[in-house]
């Protein structure tokens, strides 16, 4: 039982590179969504997915793109990296989305746009 | 909109000291969840507890002790005798509402604690 597992852990990008970042979970939960973490200013919602085929954005969706095809799986692309964008990303996902169940959180994937 | 504040952007002890960290919340909810994450230096979140808002009761878990209080929207977490691996950012995080029937989290920005030997 792997949980919530994020790759890569590390990647650095240069401006204008597009790239995705994977999030994937085996606890079968329709609820995943995408955290971004910067200094200071604690973590904020992306994008969120309830189910294969329905996402919704967050409180800071602009740069960034999601889909979900499977359960398992709920991968965010950056299509031209910002250094904005430079931060702790972390995908985390629950049974239903809603927080009597908690979120089971990856371990993150810290990337850094020059 | 819901706020999680957390003052405290940094808090020194040495071992064995007792030390509280301050959580203060807004939310026009009357049902609610409170989180505490922990996040050490290798950087992954570490949950700690979740409180409903309808449980006031205090809760203790070890060296740890969390003080629910309503009146004043506070979710203070206290660590009795620290020691040096208490060191990390600790998370406060209020949910909120969402569509399709979801919550989402609202983090406060972190309180750094440093536990010196």
């Known amino acids: 039982n792997a949980g919530v597992t994020q790759t890569p852990k590390f990647q650095v990008l240069k401006t204008g590179q597009s790239m995705t970042l994977q999030c994937a979970q085996d606890m079968n939960h329709e609820y995943m969504s995408w955290y971004r973490q910067d200094p200071g200013m604690g973590l904020r919602l992306i994008h969120y997915?309830?189910?294969?085929?329905?996402?919704d954005q967050g409180e800071v969706p602009n740069g960034y793109n999601v889909s979900r095809s499977t359960t398992e799986d709920f991968p965010l692309r950056l299509l031209s990296a910002a250094p904005s964008q430079t931060s702790v990303y972390f995908c985390?996902?629950?049974?239903?989305?809603?927080?009597?169940?908690?979120?089971?959180f990856g371990s993150g994937t810290r990337l850094t746009v020059v | 909109a819901q706020k999680v504040t957390q003052a405290q952007t940094e808090i020194s002890v040495v071992e064995k000291e007792d030390v509280t960290l301050d959580c203060v919340y807004e939310t026009r909810d009357t049902t609610y969840y409170l989180f505490w994450y922990k996040q050490p230096p290798s950087g992954e979140l570490v949950f700690l507890i979740r409180r409903n808002s309808f449980d006031e009761q205090n809760e203790i878990s070890g060296r740890y002790s969390w003080n629910f209080q309503k009146s004043t929207s506070s979710f203070n977490f206290t660590i009795t005798a620290s020691q040096v691996v208490d060191s990390a950012v600790y998370f406060c995080?209020?949910?909120?509402?969402?569509?399709?029937?979801?919550?989402?989290?609202?983090f406060g920005t972190g309180t750094r604690l440093q536990v010196f030997p």
């Open positions: 985390a996902s629950s049974l239903t989305g809603r927080l009597n169940y908690g979120y089971t």
């Open positions: 997915s309830v189910g294969a085929g329905i996402t």
């Open positions: 995080a209020l949910s909120e509402p969402s569509l399709y029937n979801t919550d989402k989290l609202i």
